[in-house]
């Protein structure tokens, strides 16, 4: 059989033949893009065809040439110097179809996100390529910083903008006070851990210490506070408490069974080493647990639910991100907890989260910010943080941090 050879040849748009086995799908969004394309380019690589006129690569961009009103126009074509055969013709429709090269995604992260969005990548793929090296905690030091910090200029009260992010100083219990923070905007994720209830003397404004049914309370209003202002998921991280140290376990029920919210997973984040033992009672510690709820659209939306082994365990997996949710995370805490936090986790962990549940662009909301950790991981990850935090002090702390990494200054805005 003679070897193929290829030349330049002009056709009509209307004369070319649609390849009728092709196999390759197309979506809404996709037709969108080439739409977009030709609007701005016009038609760049050219369509081959069988010596039939049957279109062997180029359907989609035929096609879209036809909806535009252009099938009377004389296009460039390659043409073969004799006829595929039927196998030939599937071979080569399959390879022109299958991107067959890889990405190299150093150098496409020297790109804008912006114009890799506009040409058609998904917020799940931007992730991939835009993806802060997890394993690496920022160099910003905790402990000493807020020793430096004497007479905060943060006011209780006080609402500030940086980036996009909006970070109050005020008690997430209060209803208005997140509402003021949410300025009507809806939430895809809420990531928190609360104040743990050790006893501790880590704040001027709360006594951590409150009675077990207190305790319970506290944690209830505050997640149906910001339930108002979510339509996603929530990650809520609480373990072992001092006082009866089984509240941990009344409020995770308790978010399952009265909030409305609807059980997804009970997630174990392993810390890679255990944390000093604080109570004889009790067994060292060297996990945490992190409770997955969401509100029931999001979970039907956004979720597909697979069903593997012989007992039909349940399987989660995103659809949005691409991503399977397992209940095992295995994220060190480096140095992110200091002395006289404990409870901080690392920037790590709640990337993690963001980037299983949330799109680039999304508010995460976070009720506890603390030294402003899922502030950092919202910034690294391209979402907006929207923050409340009782202490003036860590409100300063937080934005102080995030102009050490980031070099860039809160705005007051009231």
């Known amino acids: 059989m003679t070897d193929l050879t290829w030349h330049t040849e002009k056709r009509k748009v209307n004369d070319l033949l649609p390849f009728k086995g092709n196999a390759r799908k197309e979506d809404e969004k996709q037709s969108f893009d080439l739409r977009k394309s030709f609007e701005k380019f ?20 035929l096609r879209m040439l036809q909806l535009l009103g252009r099938g009377e126009e ?13 196998e030939e013709v599937k071979e080569y429709n399959l390879r022109s179809n299958k991107n067959t090269a890889s990405w190299d995604i150093g150098l ?3 790109f804008d996100e912006g114009l890799l969005k506009e ?28 020793k430096k910090i004497t007479e905060p200029k943060v006011k209780f009260g ?35 851990s609360p104040p743990y209830n050790m006893a501790g003397k880590m704040y001027k404004n709360y006594s951590d210490n409150l009675k077990s049914e207190e305790y319970i309370k506290f944690n209830l209003d505050v997640l149906q506070n910001c339930k108002r202002f979510l339509k996603g998921f929530c990650f809520w991280n609480i373990s072992y408490n001092k006082n009866a140290r089984s509240e941990f376990i009344e409020i995770i029920y308790k978010i399952i069974k009265d909030t409305g919210l609807q059980f997804v997973e009970l997630i174990v984040w392993d810390k890679g080493h255990a944390l000093p033992i604080v109570s004889k009672q009790g067994l060292t510690r060297r996990y945490e647990d992190v409770l997955l709820v969401g509100d029931n659209e999001s979970v039907q939306s956004d979720l597909e639910i697979y069903f593997c082994g012989a007992n039909d365990k349940k399987v989660f997996f995103n659809k949005k991100n691409q991503k399977g949710i397992t ?10 907890q200091q002395k006289n936090h404990l409870a901080c986790f690392p920037v790590a962990l709640p990337i993690k989260g963001i980037e299983l549940m949330t799109q680039r662009g999304d508010i995460v909301l976070d009720p506890f910010l603390g030294s402003g950790t899922t502030l950092i991981a919202s910034e690294r990850t391209g979402r907006k943080c929207f923050a409340c935090e009782l202490d003036p002090l860590y409100v300063e702390l937080a934005l102080n941090r995030f102009k050490y990494l980031f070099g860039k200054e809160a705005i007051k805005i009231c």
């Open 327 to 336: 209940n095992y995370w295995r994220v060190n805490t480096n140095q992110a």
């Open 158 to 192: 006080d609402l500030y903008e940086v980036n996009g992010h909006r970070i109050l100083c005020g008690n997430s219990q209060d209803p208005e006070r997140v509402e003021k923070l949410m300025d009507r905007k809806v939430a895809k994720l809420i990531f928190t």
């Open 74 to 86: 004389m296009i460039d074509v390659r043409v073969p110097n004799r006829a595929l055969t039927t």
């Open 42 to 61: 016009d038609l760049v690589e050219i369509p081959a065809i069988n010596t039939d006129n049957t279109t062997l690569a180029g359907n989609r961009r």
């Open 119 to 146: 040409v058609g990548w998904e917020g799940w793929e931007l992730d991939e390529i835009f993806s802060p090296n997890v394993e690496d905690d920022d160099s910003f030091d905790v402990e000493s910083e807020t």
């Open 108 to 110: 496409l992260a020297n």
